[in-house]
């Protein structure tokens, strides 16, 4: 086995774990002779957990030779304690993918409609955290590049996508009830996180905040929300019964995402990835975290209306598609509840922004993405010219929508 000196190998992948799983995908399964793992993603692009490729090499019994691949998300060993303290994120993970999930697209094949959310999952037996997934690279799909960003139709296949998810939790819930507390809290569980993703992003902002063209002009409302960033995410943090809530993804932007294209290169599929931050609550935590991230400038706020518009039309579709039994939520409902947590836009633009915008890069501090402490990679973030042209046109957007007060 080739031990790649530059990604993390787990001691216990071994071919013999996967005997099982590959006798049921391998027809006259005989024996592995090789296994081979390699960097899932490009460096830079992952910063707690190492995401392998495991490529196995099977004989069968008429001595055919098969490749099968799959993905392997395992955490790293600097960061094995933070990822797993309190719940587990990858016992969270394994089931969004092996129960969640299949759930929901059984409600749409049950109606008619085939709607696949994601990669298959699979287990092994390994006493580890881990999510081993089919490798989707074979099938075509990949990722846009997050320094671009999505174009209007990307987003839309995205945003069709959250809709069918959304609609499916929603009436998933009403007919069966809550879903287990490991699927609703996503990281507003930890209050520490919380704090670090409030009180560490706006402390980096306004450090570098002069460097912003126009700054001026929103500079005492940063001051001002600065003091009541915990609150914001305090009142998201607790579904409301008046409000229209769902199983929000949780980690919403284009590095999770990824797109099926035909020879035409039109959008065939769009799968969801990264499903260990599930939170129930209103869609506003999954709107402004995508709208407000993954679009290009170019569209992110011009079109931003029309993609809440787009989104509920095809919310309400499928909600009627698998006969949800309460009121159908309204445009005015759904805009009303994006201008009560407008706050959540301004956390969004200060937090997860800055991240899609970053250069790659090989920095695999996991704990300073929840720091309150200054660093060169918060220096990097903030400073970085593309993530200022963003901030630029977003600050004063969201201080017109009260997001500032």
Not at 64 to 85: C, E, G, N, Y
Not at 132 to 154: I, M, W
Request: contains cysteine.
């Amino acid at each position: 086995m080739d031990t790649q000196k530059a990604i993390e190998i787990p001691e216990w992948l071994r071919p013999e774990i996967f005997k099982d799983l590959l006798k049921h995908q391998v027809k006259d399964y005989k024996e592995t002779k090789y296994l081979r793992p390699s960097a899932g993603v490009a460096k830079g692009e992952n910063y707690a957990t190492i995401m392998l490729r495991v490529e196995l090499d099977v004989e069968t019994e008429d001595k055919s030779q098969v490749t099968k691949a799959f993905m392997l998300k395992t955490p790293m060993a600097a960061h094995r304690l933070i990822l797993i303290k309190g719940d587990n994120i990858f016992d969270t993970e394994r089931g969004m993918y092996l129960k969640v999930v299949p759930e929901l697209e059984q409600m749409y094949r049950d109606v008619g409609l085939e709607v696949k959310f994601g990669a298959d999952a699979y287990e092994i037996p390994t006493s580890d955290y881990y999510v081993l997934l089919e490798d989707l690279k074979p099938q075509g799909f990949k990722n846009v590049d997050r320094l671009q960003g999505l174009d209007q139709a990307h987003t839309e296949s995205a945003l069709r996508k959250f809709a069918q998810w959304h609609a499916a939790s929603a009436v998933r819930v009403d007919t069966k009830g809550p879903y287990e507390e490991k699927y609703t809290r996503g990281f507003f569980k930890s209050q520490p996180v919380l704090s670090s993703i409030c009180n560490g992003s706006m402390k980096s902002l306004l450090k570098y905040i002069e460097l912003y063209e126009g700054h001026e002009t929103y500079l005492n409302d940063l001051h001002n929300i600065s003091k009541k960033l915990m609150d914001v995410v305090v009142g998201l943090g607790e579904p409301k019964s008046d409000e229209f809530n769902v199983l929000n993804h949780g980690d919403a932007w284009s590095n999770n995402i990824m797109f099926q294209y035909n020879e035409k290169n039109e959008i065939l599929n769009t799968y969801f990835v990264d499903l260990q931050l599930p939170k129930w609550g209103t869609v506003a935590q999954d709107l402004y975290y995508f709208l407000l991230s993954s679009p290009s400038l170019a569209i992110k706020t011009s079109k931003f209306d029309y993609f809440v518009w787009f989104y509920h039309s095809e919310l309400v579709k499928h909600l009627q598609l698998l006969s949800y039994s309460k009121p159908l939520p309204t445009l005015k409902s759904i805009l009303h509840d994006l201008s009560k947590y407008t706050g959540w836009g301004f956390i969004s633009t200060i937090w997860i922004l800055g991240y899609v915008l970053m250069d790659p890069t090989n920095y695999t501090g996991f704990e300073a993405l929840f720091s309150d402490e200054e660093s060169s990679f918060k220096k990097s973030m903030f400073s970085n010219p593309r993530y200022r042209k963003h901030a630029e046109v977003l600050l004063p957007w969201l201080q017109y929508r009260g997001a500032l007060e």
